[in-house]
């Protein structure tokens, strides 16, 4: 989100307005505090990493309790923004926000692509809005420069971190796991 650069003359914008610039957009945008953020397009590795996450994710919850979105589910945390995460898992029925009725509230698992333009913010401030979510138990982050998931789990008011490597396998709390092997090797290229 913070890749894009910001016009020397911001214009600020309601909820309600950003609600109906995105209805009708055929891009996306994080909204915050008034400002509406272009969310730039994907690389074709990144997508591949997004897609390969929710493929491995679906076929272990398909018929449970909890469901997996790609980018086009919106996100609305508790402190106003507005985001499309990589890939959102939800457990139990979906819970709306009040404003927005296309926007989910209570994604048990969050998932985020790493790139050289978003890992900063993903890491810093995306996190700590996502922090807000009471119901988010597991966020995870696909890098992008080495074969590993970083895999932060809540325990009670704090965050736990660990870091899953080429080998390994991420143990998720929503009752599914992710082989960090198969992840990229399923958006690996085909050789000819």
């Known amino acids: 989100m913070r890749a894009v650069s910001k016009p020397a003359h911001q214009v600020c914008y309601t909820f309600t307005e950003y609600l109906a610039i995105e209805e009708f957009s055929n891009v996306k945008h994080e909204f915050l505090a008034g400002q509406m953020y272009a969310m730039p397009g994907a690389t074709p590795e990144h997508a591949m990493l997004a897609a390969s996450a929710s493929g491995a994710l679906y076929g272990q919850l398909r018929g449970g309790l909890c469901r997996v979105a790609d980018s086009d589910l919106r996100i609305r945390t508790g402190t106003g923004l507005a985001t499309y995460p990589d890939v959102t898992v939800v457990c139990g029925p979906s819970e709306r926000d009040v404003e927005d009725r296309l926007a989910a509230t209570n994604p048990a698992l969050i998932i985020e692509v790493l790139s ?23 966020y995870l982050l696909v890098s992008h420069r080495e074969h590993s998931v970083e895999v932060w789990t809540r325990d009670g008011d704090s965050w736990q971190r660990q870091v899953v490597r080429e080998g390994e396998v991420a143990q998720l709390v929503i009752g599914a796991n992710l082989d960090v092997r198969e992840l990229y090797a399923a958006a690996a290229e085909p050789s000819e």
């Open 116 to 138: 050289d333009s978003t890992e900063e913010y993903d890491r810093g401030d995306k996190f700590a809005h996502y922090k807000s979510l009471p119901s988010l138990r597991q």
